[in-house]
């Protein structure tokens, strides 16, 4: 059981945020009298899940649970037995502290590094959320305070509640290409997708996108068309290179299909292993903005 004093509350007019210092997760969010988020489940399974939890040093799925680089091999449990795979980084379950706060702001800091051997080396998280009556909008920064160059890769796993069944929901997606995968579900390259809204109607999606289209903001805005009319919008920053998108159809019972993961990360599952890693210097940081808001 989540003890109180783990939760955060920030809220401006009509929206609210409930915050979990444990992985800096998104528990539960409100936009101007709207549930934007699904319900949350028990902490044990919330856990599981990665309800809504802070995902770093990587995102999605680290191939047999092995990080390679600069001809060492860091290695971590594979958490996901029927993929092989280690998946969403380890500062999931890691406590954070309260940096600052005020009513509509928070930021929280990793209370532990992953440092060497583990990685290549040391790794702190921090995570600022901020709430406007209508709006989220949250910066998660990853910064090297070790002495050694190291792949970092970010992302969020928010699971957004769709109104209804999630087959009478949609989404429009804002790329131009979908990454194709083997049954492991780690990438084997990328088949076009065309831009626009897909009804989900017996739509099974585990699935990355990348080329994303982008606002004056550089932001990548995926909309969530609820089964209720309302229309949610999720967007990732310059940083998110790609969107994962989840419909929770690998969950257990009651909770399977019944909610909807989109997920804003700064590399492809397995990315901080391939060839277009983001490598961060000593005392340098990665930094991706992203938020969820109703559309104006």
Known sequence: ??????????TAGRSSATLDRTGARLRNLVLVGNRITAPHPDDDFATAAYWGAT?????????????????????FPTNDPNTGTALHGTFDDVEFRIAQRSPSTVTMISTTTLAPPRWPSAVSISTTFTISDGALVAELRAENVGDADCPIGLGVHPYLDPGGPVDDA???LPAHSRITTDERLLPTGATPHEPGRLALGGVVLDTTY????RDGHGRAIAVLH???????????????????VYTAD????????????IEPMTCAPDGVNGPD???????????MTWGIRLPR
């Not at 059981?1 to 920030?10: G, K, N, Q, R, Y």
């Not at 390679?68 to 860091?74: E, P």
């Not at 009319?229 to 994962?244: C, I, K, M, R, Y």
Request: aromatic share 4%; proline share 9%.
């Open 1 to 10: 059981m989540t003890a109180p004093d783990a939760l955060v509350l920030i």
């Open 55 to 75: 995902l770093a040093p990587w995102p999605n799925r680290l191939r047999d649970g092995e990080l390679r680089f600069n001809d060492a091999t860091h290695r």
């Open 170 to 172: 949609a989404i429009s």
């Open 210 to 213: 990348a080329e994303l289209v």
């Open 226 to 244: 609820r089964a209720d009319g309302v229309d949610v919008e999720v967007w990732g920053g310059p940083a998110a290179t790609h969107l994962q």
């Open 250 to 261: 690998t969950l257990p019972e009651p909770r399977r299909r019944t909610a909807i993961a």
């Open 277 to 287: 890693a983001t490598v961060v210097a000593p005392a340098r940081a990665l930094t």
